[in-house]
């Protein structure tokens, strides 16, 4: 008796099984875009308090939304959340605008 192959050593699919295969991917991608627009949408539910509290504003949600349909929203939202966090870790110094100097008596 012959042992199954191991999913690694299989015969990648052709021909139509590809077109399958590669059909079922994109589909399943823009399921998951569809999902993540959606969860996204729910965002705007929030107050503006609430969504700063989790390091976006209004703005953030509303630009990603308006985005091409086939990208997913909430990888850019991540992304502007954790720089946003970072920006407000950085040393006061850091933050002070340039041109502004400090006022000492």
Known sequence: MLAPLPPSS????????AAVAAA???L????RVLRHRSAVRRLLELDDRAL??????????LGVLARPLSS????F???RAVER????RAPAT???????QRCRV
């Open 72 to 75: 997913d929203p909430s990888a």
């Open 77 to 79: 939202l991540l992304v």
């Open 28 to 31: 399943r991608a823009l399921v």
């Open 24 to 26: 079922g991917g994109r």
């Open 52 to 61: 700063k509290d989790i390091g976006l504003l209004r703005g953030d949600v």
């Open 94 to 100: 850091a933050r002070q605008p340039v041109g502004r």
């Open 10 to 17: 299989a015969p990648a699919p052709t021909g139509l099984g």
């Open 85 to 88: 966090r970072a920006a407000g």
